[in-house]
């Protein structure tokens, strides 16, 4: 049986994508519309295509036909499903304050919300499965975001050094973060705007004059009011100021567990998660923002960002970016030209080729050539070859072994 497949995947054209990131890395001709992300992965909503010697199916009817062969026995045991999504992202605009819940919540989330009869695609449902959504991001360029709450110290500081949040002081002291964001987050609108309208007018000025910084926040909240087009102010710009603003170079990478309130502010990366699409916001978004059920997913407590490097394999070529999640592994491929790449997989892995070209076989047999914005399916158990035809990066998608 074949076990290696070119693999096609699905574009996500969500309002905060960019023009020209992932059209340019498809090879298409873009259209006047945003391109936010594209997924690699057996998702229902958005399931890769598998091109195979009977013809193209969805990927996740493709392993269902034979799953354990497939994802290999222990996955297919342990998750019934392939495990991860695999995404390129292109943020052009702040993506949505947002927590993704654990495993537990989010099957109890998930029955809840259809017992009561919600339609999946209704824009007030919070759980659109039962998974859990950890996620590790590999930075592509220059990449921003807000990850977790700020630690105390410097918490208090922004309270202070900020006109507008001083009231707020006594909260945090005597609350602590809960009290802090449960104050913001349940404010009405007419109590938010008073506040942050005095912010704002102080802030926008500076930003379209470009006197600030991107390691400020006041940077990434005027550029939130300056692209919305709504009248109310968004409660998301505390978010800003009360969480770490985190900048990633090329080749790092930042896991995210259940808990951590997170938003991606800028940049391209390479995102690998569970295979849900469960978010709960908090902000900067049109979407559906549900204030209680949020409360009660976000971790309270002050995170220092953590900025992995990668662990850099014996044969010079692979770098493994770890994390807890046990349903995926990221790894990044540098190969320079006539590097030969060896590997023999445990589960069912995906390639994405991000620069360069290589031809992919399985044992010197069925042989296919990968491009720059070309993707391949490998399935368990297989002894599989990678050649470079000059210099090349690829990224590698699968479940760590158990």
Known sequence: MTKIFALKGKIQNYAWGGKQYIPNLLGITPENKPYAEYWLGAHVNAPSVVKSETGSVNLDTFLNNNLEESLGTKVANQFGRLPFLFKVLDVNDM????????????????????????PLTAPHRNYKDDNHKPEIMVALSEFWLLHGFLTEDKLRKVLNSVPEFTEFLPVFDTE??????????EQTEEETNRILKPLVDRILPLYKKGELSKSDPAYWAAKAIYTSDDEAIDKGIYSIYFFNIVKVEKGEAVFQDAGIPHAYLEGQNMELMANSDNVLRGGLTPKHVDVPELLKHVTFEATVPNILKGEAQSDGLERIYKSPAPDFELSQIKLSNNDVYTSTSSSAQILMVLEG??????????????????????????????????????????????
């Open 95 to 118: 993506l949505s304050i947002q927590v993704h819940p654990t495993k537990a919540e989010a099957e109890k989330g998930f029955k809840r919300e259809n017992e009561l009869g919600i």
């Open 176 to 185: 602590g973060y809960l009290g802090l964001y449960r104050t913001v987050m």
């Open 357 to 402: 070209g290589v031809e992919l076989s399985e044992e010197k047999e069925n042989v296919i050539s990968l491009s720059k914005g070309k993707s391949a399916l490998i399935l368990a158990s297989c002894k599989y070859v990678i050649t470079a035809k000059s210099s090349a990066i690829i990224f590698k998608a699968t479940a760590p072994e158990v």
